[in-house]
């Protein structure tokens, strides 16, 4: 169970960063807002 729990951390560690990621990148491109 403390396996799966950390796996599941790690996953949505993943997404979390992937999201972050695409949603910066949207910024930068249309306008560079910070």
Same mark, same amino acid.
């Given at each position: =169970? !403390?396996?799966? #729990?950390?796996?599941?951390?790690?996953? #949505?560690?993943?997404? #979390?960063?992937?999201? #972050?990621?695409?949603? =910066?990148? !949207?910024?930068?491109?249309?306008?560079?807002?910070?």
């Amino acid at each position: =169970m !403390k396996e799966s #729990l950390e796996e599941n951390k790690i996953a #949505l560690g993943i997404a #979390l960063g992937a999201a #972050l990621g695409s949603t =910066m990148q !949207k910024e930068d491109s249309s306008g560079g807002e910070k």
